[in-house]
Every structure is written in structure tokens, then in C-alpha cells.
């Protein structure tokens, strides 16, 4: 993740096999913001909400949808252990 300041000159390009980029705006976050992995959150409750929630991998119905054809390959959580 990179963060741009108004004014900030950027390029941006690509290889030959193209790429995707998904760009957000908006004002600065109040407040603290936690991150772990691949989480962020506004407290430490809901960074270890989310942590928990990859780890029981219940794709299908948990709090995380893995877009179609994504769930041939499961990326644990640093330090899990995968389950058979």
C-alpha cells in the first residue's frame, strides 16, 4: 500500500502481461489504525476478530468470500498450521 500526498507526481506502468491497480481516495483516517498480516483495523478487538476469523477458513459462510476459483489455494496465517 503506498500513501500519496495532494501534489504528489506519480507514474504508473505496467509489464508486458498488464496489470491491475486499485487506486482509493478519501480524507486521512481518524484515529489509531492496528495492522497485522494482511489486516487493518481500528482497534486491537477487531484486528484479532479478523485474524481468527481467516484462521476457521469458513469461506462459505464466514466473514470472508473468496472470489470464484480462489479457494484452490489457502493461504494460512503466518504461523497457523495448516489442517488436513
Known amino acids: 500500500m503506498m500513501v500519496f500526498k495532494p501534489g504528489d507526481a506519480i507514474t504508473v506502468s505496467a509489464g508486458s502481461t498488464g496489470a491491475r491497480l486499485m487506486l482509493l481516495g478519501g480524507e486521512t483516517l481518524n484515529g489509531p489504525r492496528y495492522i497485522s ?9 477487531r484486528l484479532e476478530a479478523a485474524k481468527e476469523a481467516w484462521i476457521q477458513g469458513d469461506f462459505e459462510h464466514g466473514r470472508f468470500r473468496l472470489p470464484v476459483g480462489d479457494e484452490l489455494e489457502f493461504i494460512p496465517f503466518p504461523g497457523q498450521v495448516k489442517s488436513s
Request: glycine content about 0%; hydrophobic content about 45%; aromatic content about 22%.
Open 37 to 45: 498480516w494482511n489486516f487493518v483495523a481500528s482497534s486491537r478487538e
